[in-house]
Nanobody, 123 residues
Framework: QVQLVESGGGLVQAGGSLRLSCAPSVRTFSRYAMGWFRQAPGKVREFVAA????????VYADSVKGRFAISRDNAKNTVYLQMNSLKPEDTAVYYC????????????????WGQGTQVTVSS
């Protein structure tokens, strides 16, 4: 069983930045594509960003393109989500998820999920 632990959430003013981290407890981290999803109060969970097993391919939701960047360090078994120019509408619980090899935008493709970390952006 793979466990994912997110960290780095918090409260930030609009225009600020945060960096989320996710560290899966798995030996073969480099086999897994990683995704970030988020769920705002009263809304369905939505895709944010994904990165392939090698880091060579990334995909973003239109709402975060140009502001967020996903990256990974396979030597540290960690995936990151750098969030810049944050907006109040980015407020949500952010979830890290893992699936083998290629990242997708569909949450149903992901096998393992973290518990989530709260990001709150004040106006």
């Amino acid at each position: 069983q793979v466990q994912l632990v997110e960290s780095g959430g918090g409260l930030v003013q609009a225009g600020g930045s945060l960096r989320l981290s996710c560290a899966p407890s798995v030996r073969t981290f480099s086999r897994y594509a990683m995704g970030w999803f988020r769920q705002a109060p009263g809304k369905v969970r939505e895709f944010v960003a994904a990165i392939s097993w090698s880091g060579g391919s990334t995909v973003y939701a239109d709402s975060v393109k140009g502001r967020f960047a996903i990256s990974r360090d396979n030597a540290k078994n960690t995936v990151y989500l750098q969030m810049n120019s944050l907006k109040p509408e980015d407020t949500a619980v952010y979830y890290c998820a893992a699936k083998e090899w290629i990242g997708t935008t569909n949450e149903n493709d992901y096998t393992f999920w973290g518990q989530g970390t709260q990001v709150t952006v004040s106006s």
